[in-house]
C-alpha cells in the first residue's frame, strides 16, 4: 500500500481530547490506523506527539485537524505548532456538515475524530498560524469591552424603567448607578489598555494610522477587526474575508418562487456589531466612497438598513485592502481631486477688458 499522507483527527474537550490517525493511500481509501484518548494539559501532549510518532511511518506529511472549541483547543495547537507540525483549525459547523454528508449521524468523541482524521486525509486546509501575543491580548480585551457594553446596556434601560415605575425603589435606583458607573470605569480602562497596545506595537500602530484617515473609523473599531481576524493572517481574498464574517448574499430563487435576496450572517458578528456606528459616521460625514453608496442602494431599495449594510461590507473591505497593501486612506483614489487639477496659466495682458472681466469672475465665483 503506497500512502500518500496521514491525517490526525483531534476533539477537544476541557479535560481530555480523542485522538484518531487515519491514512489515505493512492487508491484514494482512507484507512483508520490508531484512535486513543489523551487529558488536555501538558502531560497529555507530550503523549500524544510520541504516540502518534509511533505508529506513523517516518516520510510522510501528517496533518493534525481540530475544531475550534473556545479556548480548550488552543494548548494542543500551540505545542504542535511549536514541534513544526501542520496543523488546521476549522470552524464546528464546517467540520459537522462534512460528517453529515459522510452519513455519520451519531455524535460522540471518538466519532468526531473520525470525521476530522478523514478530513484531513481528502481535502487541502489552511494551516493554522498562532497569534500573536498582542493581538490575543486584543482579542481579550475587545470582547470583554463589547460584554460590558451590553451589560451597561441593560442597566440603563433597568434605570429608564425605574423613572417611570409606579413604585419607585431608592435603594434599587442607587445599585443600579453604582453597577452602572463601576462597568462605565471598567470599560474605559479597557479602551486605554487598547490604545497603549496598538500605540506601542510599531507595525499595528503604523497601519492602524494610515487606515484610521478614513473619517468615522475609530482605534477601537480597528481594534476589534484586527484581533477577530489574526490581522488577515489567513485570508488570501476578499471572498474569504466577506464569507467569514457573514456579509456574503445568500439567493433563494426556485422555479416560481422568488425567494429574498440577504446576507447569510453565518460568521463572526462581532465585526458586524462593531461596524454598525461606523457605516453611520462615514455617511453622516460624507466620507467618499461610502456616502455615494448609500446614497445608490438607497434610491434602489428605499431600505436604509440595507444600504447601510452595503457601507459595512465596503468597509471591511477597505480595511482589508489598506492592510494587506500597507497604504494609507485615499478618498480621492482613482480620482481626480478638484484642487489638485493643474490651474491654467491665464495671460489677461492680451485680453480685452470683456474677457479678462469675465474670467477674474468666474474664478472670484
Known sequence: MQIIRYGVGLDMAMEKFDACISLIDIAQKVTVKAKRNFP??????????????TNCAIGFPIVYLMEATGIYHEGLACYMHSHDC???????????????????????????????????????????????KAIYLLRVMTRQIQSLTKDITRLKNQLHAQSFAMYKSSEVTKML?????????????????????????????????????????????????IAETNAFALFENISQLVSYVGYDVIEDPSGKHKGKTKISKQGNGRIRRILHLPSFNVVRLNQQPFANLYKRVYERSKIKM????????????????????????????????????????LS????????????EQSYTR
Open 40 to 53: 488536555n494539559n501538558a502531560k497529555g501532549y507530550q503523549q500524544f506527539y510520541k504516540w502518534v510518532g
Open 86 to 132: 501542520s496543523v488546521s483549525v476549522i470552524l464546528p459547523n464546517k467540520a459537522k456538515k462534512y460528517k453529515q454528508a459522510l452519513g455519520l449521524r451519531s455524535k460522540t468523541d471518538s466519532i468526531d475524530a473520525k470525521s476530522l482524521s478523514r478530513m484531513s486525509c481528502e481535502q487541502s486546509l489552511p494551516t493554522w498560524v498562532p497569534m500573536s
Open 177 to 225: 448607578g453604582q453597577q452602572l458607573r463601576l462597568l462605565q470605569k471598567q470599560k474605559d480602562k479597557l479602551e486605554t489598555q487598547i490604545l497603549y497596545i496598538l500605540e506601542n506595537d510599531p507595525i499595528l500602530n503604523e497601519k492602524c494610522e494610515k487606515i484610521c484617515r478614513l473619517k468615522g473609523l475609530g482605534r477601537i473599531s480597528m481594534a476589534v477587526i
Open 306 to 345: 440595507k444600504a447601510y449594510t452595503a457601507v459595512q461590507k465596503k468597509l471591511l473591505i477597505m480595511v482589508y485592502t489598506l492592510w494587506k497593501r500597507n497604504e494609507a486612506f485615499d478618498p480621492y483614489y482613482n480620482q481626480v481631486e478638484p484642487s489638485r487639477e493643474k490651474e491654467p496659466v
Open 348 to 359: 489677461f495682458a492680451s485680453a480685452d477688458n470683456k474677457n479678462s472681466s469675465a474670467v
